[in-house]
């Protein structure tokens, strides 16, 4: 696979401009991504020429930019491992994580990882790269996680993340039934004293908003679709235990149900806008398996 190129014509009321403001400032290429390119074997040409970025452009040039091949980090090694790939263009995937897979490897646990997978996948494909997730799902959570597959694309797309524009929506299976069909829950969020991983709703925390309707229900379980406003860590798993209705299976929040070994959430919907096409995306993901032995019964609301 060749590495990615992009080209553009420079506008009437763009120019004259310099290429590195046209770049940085009209294309959104950080500093560090533009000095991969000019010095780690990209390329920047200007109407089919080799151009440096003090070239002035006028109205009608032609810019093109080769992206640099990236390296992988030494510590994260490809391994094939199974993982479903939702959708794949140029730039992104959207694959599902496997509860019980984390995104990344640690130093602890250097293998087995979704990074370990993708890399494996590019290794097959051609994709010269290194892993770069736009957002991160728990170890326990499964469901839809975006990948950049080079760093123009994460740059673009983590800042249309920051400012709101990437939607994700989850599903969760809780303990109890809820006594409102719907509802917002805006308690801040912070870490626990007594643990390094542990967070627990407290009034120095960090403002945590969370936005909830009951699908269907039992006597003795709820699904329970959410959107967060805010993407603190832990955030669904703090508030609904903190609510009173902890997810099946969150032993670090109080679930008591031992059927699952991990949190019963799941990523099951992103939605973003494609920022070199502008086309946007909706993928949707179905709920596991493992979830039927609770829905059976359920009344949906």
């Known amino acids: 696979m060749a590495?990615?190129?992009?080209?553009?014509?420079?506008?009437?009321?763009?120019?004259?401009?310099?290429?590195r403001a046209f770049l940085c400032e009209k294309k959104h290429v950080s500093k560090r991504l533009l000095a991969a390119v000019k010095f780690k074997g990209g390329m920047l040409k200007v109407n089919g020429q080799k151009a440096t970025v003090r070239k002035q452009l006028n109205a009608g040039d032609e810019v093109v930019m080769e992206l640099a091949p990236e390296e992988k980090s030494t510590f994260l090694e490809s391994e094939k491992l199974d993982f479903n790939i939702c959708y794949e263009d140029r730039d992104f995937l959207v694959v599902e994580k496997p509860a019980q897979m984390a995104t990344i490897p640690s130093i602890d646990n250097p293998r087995g990882s979704l990074a370990n997978a993708v890399m494996f996948y590019y290794q097959e494909t051609g994709v010269e790269s290194t892993f770069h997730a736009v957002n991160r799902l728990d170890k326990g959570t499964s469901g839809l996680l975006i990948v950049a597959k080079h760093r123009y694309a994460h740059d673009r797309l983590a800042k249309s993340q920051m400012i709101g524009k990437v939607k994700r929506s989850y599903k969760a299976l809780v303990e109890g039934s809820l006594p409102k069909r719907d509802g917002i829950i805006d308690a801040p969020i912070g870490r626990k004293p007594s643990s390094i991983i542990e967070r627990?709703?407290?009034?120095?925390?960090?403002?945590?908003?969370?936005?909830?309707?009951?699908?269907?229900?039992?006597?003795?379980?709820?699904?329970?679709?959410?959107?967060?406003?805010?993407?603190?860590?832990?955030?669904?798993?703090?508030?609904?235990?903190?609510?009173?209705?902890?997810?099946?299976?969150?032993?670090?929040?109080?679930?008591?149900?031992?059927?699952?070994?991990?949190?019963?959430?799941?990523c099951d919907k992103v939605i973003f806008t494609q920022p070199f096409t502008g086309e946007e995306l909706t993928i949707i993901s179905d709920l596991p398996q493992q979830w039927a032995i609770y829905m059976n019964g359920m009344i949906p609301n």
Do not use: C
Not at 247 to 261: A, P, Q
């Open 3 to 19: 590495r990615p190129i992009f080209s553009w014509h420079v506008e009437k009321k763009e120019a004259p401009i310099l290429l």
């Open 200 to 266: 627990e709703v407290r009034s120095d925390g960090k403002k945590a908003i969370t936005h909830y309707r009951v699908e269907a229900q039992s006597n003795s379980h709820s699904l329970v679709a959410l959107e967060l406003r805010t993407g603190r860590t832990h955030q669904i798993r703090v508030h609904m235990a903190d609510f009173g209705f902890p997810l099946v299976g969150d032993r670090l929040y109080g679930g008591v149900d031992t059927h699952l070994l991990h949190q019963a959430l799941h």
